[in-house]
Structure formats: C-alpha cells, structure tokens
C-alpha cells in the first residue's frame, strides 16, 4: 500500500479525536486507520488490529490520500449523497395542504371534519396523487406546520386563528419556489414558531 505520511497537527488532532469519549466510533476507527498507517503498519495488520474489513482500510487510506487539502473532520467524513428522488412533486405536496385547507366534504358528503385518511382517499380521488399513504398526509401538514389539535383521533379545528393564512404562505412558497430543496428550506422557516 502507498504510505501515508501525517503532519505533527494532523497527528494531534487524530489523536485527539481517538481519545475524546464524544467522538463518533466510526470517525475514531477512520482516525486509527490514519494513524496506523502513518505508523507504518499494514493493510492486513490494521484491518486485524481494529476488527474491520480490509477494503475499508484500503479506502480510508485511500480517500485520506485524495482530501489531501481539506481540514482533517471533512477527511474522515463520508460524501455527500444524492439520496432517494422525492416521491412527491412540491405541486402535489401543495395541492394536498391546499385540500386540508378546503371545507370537509367526501364523495358529496360534508364531514365534521378531515381525517388523514379522508385526505389521503380526497387526493387521490382527485387526481392529485396515484398513491399515498394517511402518515405522508400526517407528515406534510407537521412540515407546514399546521398543528391542529387532536380530538380522539380526529383532526379538529386549529387553536390559531391563521390557519388559512398559513395554507395560502404555504402554498406561496411552493409556487414561487424554482425548485424542491429551495422550497423545503422555505418550508422550514415557516416552521419557526410566530
């Protein structure tokens, strides 16, 4: 294996970080492998010391190699992912808070009042949706912050008077918002309590 060679500060803050008890165990292990190898000490012979697998020796060492100018935390992390696409369009996610924002009427039939469930059947009923589960509808109005009490399972009417005015912040934000992450960070501003 190529060797890898610490500077004395790279050193004492891998060091460091083995011995802080709040250190992550994943960072401390990526930080052993750093310093056995600086050490001297093999792929075979670090992979058996620290019980772990000798690719993730292999790449630790490997991508301590290819960070070689960034901060030792940012070395040890692991990149950024690209994640799973969202399941959900932010036009959709609209449409569906819009509905919860709408008067309680199912299939011609006025309700006391919207379930999670009833806005998930309405949506898809409409068109808005193919599928979507009662707990996604649950989580869209916590994101949205729009926190009606509950009465036995029922979603009543919110204890602030500005529920409306939330919905149309709300359905704002997702209209003029050019793209999804830049509405989630507008949507979680709307979060903050007012």
Known sequence: PIPVSLTDKERTQLEALVRQH??????????????????????????????????????????WRERADHPVLERLSDCPRSGTPPTFTPEQICAIIALACEPAVREGVKLARWTHEDLAEEAKARGIVDAISAHSIGRFLREVDLKPHRVQGWINTPRDGDFAERCRDVCETYRLAPDHDRACVARKSLEQPT
């Not at 052993?32 to 020796?57: C, K, M, N, Y």
């Open 22 to 63: 709040t250190t992550a165990q994943q960072l401390a292990t990526r930080a052993r492998i750093i310093l056995a190898a600086d050490a001297g000490t093999g792929v075979h012979e670090t992979a058996a010391t620290l019980q772990v697998s000798r690719s993730l020796v292999q790449r630790w060492r490997r991508r």
